[in-house]
């Protein structure tokens, strides 16, 4: 299978700190890793593209400045909230592409953040 | 505008039941519509449809594109209650991007 891991799971931080949640492919390797938010009882919404070894790619709307994304190896991304606000309270999820074929785009299980 | 649009939001049926969900989409030139179910956490991938007309099934889930009237529909036979989810469709553009639609939540009461 392909198997794509996030850590942590859940995570309650406080206001005006920052928070980092890994996105790692288990047993392929991900070009191409995408950020997804996705707020109660609504769709998901892309946030960014990250590729391996360069700058993200972020949707209209988002700021790179407030929510960092790094994908330093073919097995991981990172997204760092930073300064966090409750407004940034959401379900974060990040998906890996193993192949060409974008519908091969493999979820991780997601992270609640909380902020307080 | 670029939307992808679910209906109904929400759906509750009996057991048994079937249903019809229904994805549409404005722009025509993409490569493919996707549906996925999401339960408590990530959407799991159930269909990739590419061509029109032509029906995909998966046991009791079967799912057709109708690129002519630009809409999709996921159907759901013999219902049970571990089909209750949000079933989500997304559209490919083929430039990697996924557009989510709005989701429809289905309830399946035993």
């Known amino acids: 299978g392909a198997v794509v891991s996030q850590h942590p799971s859940r995570v309650i931080c406080k206001s005006g700190t920052s928070v980092k949640i890994e996105c790692r492919s288990l047993?392929?390797?991900?070009?191409?890793m995408f950020w997804y938010r996705q707020f109660p009882k609504q769709s998901l919404m892309l946030m960014a593209t990250?590729?391996?070894?360069?700058?993200?790619?972020?949707e209209q709307g988002v700021e790179k400045d407030k929510f960092l994304i790094n994908h330093a190896s073919l097995t991981l991304s990172t997204l760092t909230v930073t300064s966090a606000h409750p407004e940034d309270s959401s379900f974060y999820i990040c998906?890996?592409?193993?192949?060409?074929?974008?519908?091969?785009?493999?979820f991780g299980p997601g992270t609640r953040l909380t902020v307080t | 505008e670029d939307k992808v649009v679910q209906s109904p939001l929400s759906l509750v049926v009996h057991e048994g039941d079937t249903v019809t969900l229904n994805c549409s989409y404005e722009?025509?030139?993409?490569?493919?519509l996707l549906w996925y179910k999401q339960e408590k956490k990530a959407p799991t991938f159930l269909f990739m449809l590419?061509?029109?007309?032509i029906e995909k099934k998966s046991g009791r889930l079967s799912s057709i594109l109708d690129k002519k009237e630009l809409f999709s529909i996921l159907n759901i036979t013999a219902t049970q209650t571990g089909d209750s989810a949000v079933y989500l469709c997304?559209?490919?553009?083929?430039?990697?991007?996924?557009?989510f639609g709005t989701g429809t939540r289905l309830t399946i009461i035993p």
């Open positions: 047993d392929f390797q991900a070009t191409t």
């Open positions: 998906s890996a592409r193993r192949a060409a074929l974008s519908y091969e785009q493999y």
């Open positions: 990250s590729n391996e070894g360069s700058k993200a790619t972020y």
């Open positions: 590419t061509s029109s007309g």
């Open positions: 997304a559209r490919d553009f083929g430039n990697e991007k996924l557009t």
């Open positions: 722009v025509t030139n993409f490569r493919s």
